[in-house]
């Protein structure tokens, strides 16, 4: 590391909701149902990463929560720092004080976790000068170290938004993934967008391997539910980018109702209150983001209704979250240099 190189250095990332065809970014089977792709919007809940040289060891700080380790190895062998031990032994990181402050909930659903790990890898690559790695250079470490973690399988839609911002289309085709930043008026779809925490904690992994492992013993129902999905997110791009807003929640419905079938506990009493209510007071749609089972939900609708479903979703236990669409990605910032 040159006498230049800073010693501090800020990364922020954004959480995002995912519209439609999630899961199936979890490789193999986006290529198992050709033509498969993802539709997810960064929204403006930031993850922020701060990485400041330390003399020795790793110190991990989080509100109230604090972590210390002698060694990258020791703080990837504690429960609460594995993912960024993991991170920095990946990274040669040296010795570091990690400041982390997250806008979502706890178990949201809305890819907080990945944001910080893209936040946190790209923070490390400044701070040891290395050279910048692209999107999916960093997309396609995270989720290997993440499935490292847990032993289970992982996908990239997370990482994405996180990292580019916007509205995007994320295709699965043989030989990786291609990502198109759709041209959307996010500012509208911002007016007609309500996102909400059930106040349930979920575990994605979990689910999304029973749902894998289905899939690839040639379950006739998961393929079934599979097609469904792509085939719903396959027409929404086009119906984002006319604003065609009502026909964009009656997409992600539809979405929703094959999504809540592919394993018991995706959907659950409190989500489905709340989609009920929000629907009752004129919501054209929503479902639950990422795996379900808790978390947040999304709920597209008009936006002079936008109050009203606010509050009879607060009338069921939900908390509405500050959440609007996010245009800009990653953002890195040396905040001073060593002399």
Same mark, same amino acid.
């Given at each position: ?148 973690l847990m032993s289970l399988p992982t996908g990239v839609q997370d990482h994405f938004p996180a990292l580019l911002g916007g509205a995007l ?107 009920? %209510?929000? &629907?009752?007071? *004129? #919501?054209?749609?929503?479902? !639950?983001?990422? =795996?379900? @089972? +808790?978390?947040? /939900?999304?709920? $597209? ?10 509050? %009879?979703? &607060?009338?069921? *236990? #939900?908390?509405?979250?500050? !959440?609007?669409? =996010?245009? @800009? +990605?990653?953002? /890195?910032?040396? $905040?001073?240099?060593?002399?």
């Amino acid at each position: 590391m040159g006498p230049r190189s800073p010693s501090r250095v800020r990364a922020r990332a954004w959480c995002r909701v995912d519209l439609a065809g999630g899961t199936l970014d979890l490789w193999p089977l986006g290529l198992l149902h050709p033509g498969s792709r993802t539709v997810n919007l960064a929204i403006d809940l930031p993850v922020v990463v701060e990485l400041i040289l330390a003399q020795k060891g790793y110190r991990m700080r989080q509100g109230s929560s604090e972590v210390a380790a002698e060694s990258a190895q020791q703080l990837a062998d504690t429960e609460e720092g594995a993912l960024l031990g993991l991170i920095a032994l990946d990274a040669g990181l040296p010795p570091s004080t990690i400041h982390i402050e997250s806008a979502s909930p706890q178990g949201g659903g809305l890819g907080a976790s990945s944001a910080l790990a893209v936040a946190t890898m790209a923070a490390a690559e400044a701070l040891t000068g290395q050279q910048a790695s692209s999107a999916l250079q960093l997309a396609t470490r995270a989720r290997d170290i993440e499935a490292q973690l847990m032993s289970l399988p992982t996908g990239v839609q997370d990482h994405f938004p996180a990292l580019l911002g916007g509205a995007l289309e994320i295709e699965y085709r043989p030989g990786g993934e291609r990502v198109r930043n759709l041209e959307v008026d996010l500012d509208s779809l911002g007016d007609r967008l309500l996102v909400a925490y059930t106040g349930c904690s979920h575990f994605s992994a979990g689910n999304n391997w029973r749902i894998v492992r289905r899939r690839l013993d040639g379950d006739a129902q998961t393929l079934e539910l599979f097609d469904g999905i792509r085939d719903t997110a396959r027409e929404l791009p086009a119906v984002l980018e006319r604003s065609d807003w009502q026909s964009v929640g009656r997409l992600v419905a539809r979405e929703w109702s094959f999504r809540s079938q592919l394993a018991n506990g995706i959907s659950t009493p409190e989500i489905e209150a709340m989609l009920g %209510a929000a &629907e009752r007071e *004129g #919501a054209w749609g929503g479902k !639950a983001c990422g =795996a379900g @089972g +808790g978390g947040c /939900i999304v709920v $597209l609708c008009p936006v002079e209704r936008r109050p009203r479903i606010a509050e %009879a979703l &607060e009338a069921v *236990g #939900a908390r509405i979250l500050p !959440a609007r669409p =996010a245009a @800009g +990605g990653l953002d /890195i910032e040396c $905040l001073n240099s060593s002399s």
